[in-house]
C-alpha cells in the first residue's frame, strides 16, 4: 500500500496560490492519486483525482510528474474559507480486490487575513 | 449536500447502552464504507460492504456491528462501548469498490461520545 507523506501544516495569505506535495515513492502502477479536504465536523470532500501529468477542476489543479512519485495540489488565490486539512490519498486495490485508501495526517492549512 | 447522510450528527451514550449510526447514500453507488477519526488521527476504516456483503472487517472489535440490509443503507450497532471510542464515525460511498478511478463520498458523520 502507497504510503503518502506531506507537510504537517501550511500558512499562507488570502489571495495567494498555494501549493501542497505529497511524496508517494511506492505508487503502483494501477493507483490514482486523490486528493480530499475536510472542515472541522464535518467529512472529507473529494476536490480533484488524477492519474498522471495535469488535472485540473473548478477548483484546484493536480500536477502529476512522469515518474508519479509525487503530485502538487494547487490551489488558486485561496481565501478564508479555504482554510482546511487537505489530504492526500493513493487509492490502491487490496487482496480482497477492492479499493483500499489510507489517509495519512494531511496538510492543515490556515489561510491568513 | 454530499449525498451520503448519516444520523444522528450527535450522539452521547453510556458504556452499557446499545445504539445505532444509520447512514444512507443517494448515489446509486454499490459500496459503501465506515470509517473512524479520533482527535489528533488519520481516518481509520472500519469495515467494507460490496454489494451488500462485508469485504474487509479492519480488525474492529465486536462491540461494533456493521449492517448493510441493500446497497443504499449502512448501519453500524454500538453496544458496551468504552470511552476510547468516542470519534468522528464517517460513513462513505464509491460506485464500486474495485474501481480506483472513482473516488469516496463522504458524509458528514457522527460525532460519538461516550461516558
Known amino acids: 500500500l502507497a504510503k503518502t507523506t506531506q507537510p504537517i501544516s501550511m500558512d499562507s495569505y488570502e489571495g495567494q496560490e498555494v501549493n501542497i506535495t505529497c511524496s508517494h515513492n511506492n505508487i503502483a502502477t494501477n493507483d490514482y492519486i486523490t486528493w480530499y479536504q475536510q472542515f472541522p465536523s464535518q467529512g472529507p470532500r473529494f476536490i480533484i483525482q488524477g492519474y498522471k501529468t495535469k488535472v485540473k477542476n473548478e477548483v484546484a489543479s493536480l500536477f502529476i510528474p512522469a515518474d508519479r512519485k509525487s503530485s502538487t495540489l494547487s490551489l488558486p488565490r485561496v481565501s478564508l474559507s479555504d482554510t482546511a486539512v487537505y489530504y492526500c490519498?493513493?487509492?490502491?486495490?487490496?487482496?480482497?480486490?477492492?479499493?483500499?485508501?489510507?489517509f495519512g495526517t494531511g496538510t492543515k492549512l490556515q489561510v491568513i487575513p | 449536500e454530499t449525498g451520503v447522510t448519516q444520523t444522528p450528527r450527535h450522539l452521547v451514550m453510556g458504556m452499557t447502552n446499545k445504539k445505532s449510526l444509520k447512514c444512507e447514500q443517494h448515489?446509486?453507488?454499490?459500496?459503501m464504507y465506515w470509517y473512524k477519526q479520533s482527535a489528533k488521527k488519520p481516518l481509520e476504516l472500519m469495515f467494507v460492504?460490496?454489494?451488500?456483503?462485508?469485504?474487509e472487517n479492519n480488525s474492529v472489535p465486536s462491540r461494533f456491528s456493521p449492517e448493510c440490509p441493500n446497497s443504499s443503507h449502512l448501519f453500524l450497532h454500538l453496544h458496551t462501548l468504552q470511552p476510547e471510542d468516542s470519534a468522528l464515525y464517517l460513513c462513505?460511498?464509491?460506485?464500486?469498490?474495485?474501481?480506483?478511478?472513482?473516488?469516496?463520498?463522504f458524509g458528514d458523520g457522527t460525532r460519538l461520545s461516550i461516558l
Open positions: 490519498l493513493v487509492g490502491t486495490m487490496n487482496s480482497g480486490g477492492y479499493q483500499k485508501v489510507t
Open positions: 448515489l446509486g453507488h454499490n459500496a
Open positions: 460492504y460490496n454489494f451488500k456483503e462485508q469485504t
Open positions: 462513505a460511498s464509491s460506485p464500486s469498490t474495485a474501481d480506483l478511478s472513482q473516488p469516496q463520498h
